[in-house]
T-cell receptor, first 114, second 114 residues
Framework: KAGVTQTPRYLIKTRGQQVTLSCSPI?????VSWYQQTPGQGLQFLFE???????NKGNFPGRFSGRQFSNSRSEMNVSTLELGDSALYLC?????????????FGEGSWLTVV | AQKVTQAQTEISVVEKEDVTLDCVYE???????LFWYKQPPSGELVFLIR??????QNEISGRYSWNFQKSTSSFNFTITASQVVDSAVYFC???????????FGTGTSLTVIP
């Protein structure tokens, strides 16, 4: 069974630009969540999507957005990039049970903003 | 509010030593779930174990064991006879009974010296 796949793995963007990251969940998983990992703030929850609807949202500015498609694949977008957005962005998927699920992570997308 | 504390930032042990990673959590919920994940340098968080709040049985899986004590709100992880391959950052996490938002500790970086 293929794991969670994230693309691209590495990218460099300039301040002010926008970026879109993609995530393909494990087959059969309908929940996809996104996390930002930085040395200073650790792992922080961005948002979770379930059946194309945003179910939970973390405490991030509106520049961070996401969506989920009917095949459960998800994208997140960051607009007007700031230097502080440099981070590892991790996507995780989980099976359809409502709560208490184990989430399975992809390898992440390393974003550097210069 | 939910909170997970991993007071040990970095630990170094010599190969074959036993090591315990501490995790203390805070929640007012009666139903919740606790997890441990391992993050090697590649970035992907690898699931190790899931525990629900009603299951205080300790668990052993090979060289790994977990001690869950609700009385002290702790969920500690012990590696017996550590190996170099155990070198990684280990995260403890908590999720509630609704949704899939995970609250992560700041992680413990374990280095096993050959």
């Amino acid at each position: 069974k293929a794991g969670v796949t994230q693309t691209p793995r590495y990218l460099i963007k300039t301040r002010g630009q926008q970026v879109t990251l993609s995530c393909s969940p494990i087959s059969g998983h309908r929940s996809v969540s996104w996390y930002q990992q930085t040395p200073g703030q650790g792992l922080q929850f961005l948002f979770e999507y379930f059946s194309e609807t945003q179910r939970n949202k973390g405490n991030f500015p509106g520049r961070f957005s996401g969506r989920q498609f009917s095949n459960s694949r998800s994208e997140m977008n960051v607009s007007t990039l700031e230097l502080g957005d440099s981070a590892l962005y991790l996507c995780a998927s989980s099976p359809p049970r409502d709560s208490g699920n184990t989430i399975y992570f992809g390898e992440g997308s390393w974003l550097t903003v210069v | 509010a939910q909170k997970v504390t991993q007071a040990q930032t970095e630990i170094s042990v010599v190969e074959k030593e036993d090591v315990t990673l501490d995790c203390v959590y805070e929640t007012r919920d009666t139903t919740y779930y606790l997890f441990w994940y391992k993050q090697p340098p590649s970035g992907e968080l690898v699931f190790l174990i899931r525990r629900n709040s009603f299951d205080e049985q300790n668990e052993i899986s090979g060289r790994y064991s977990w001690n869950f004590q609700k009385s002290t709100s702790s969920f500690n992880f012990t590696i017996t006879a550590s190996q170099v391959v155990d070198s990684a950052v280990y995260f403890c996490a908590l999720t509630r009974n609704t949704g899939n938002q995970f609250y992560f500790g700041t992680g413990t970086s374990l280095t096993v010296i050959p």
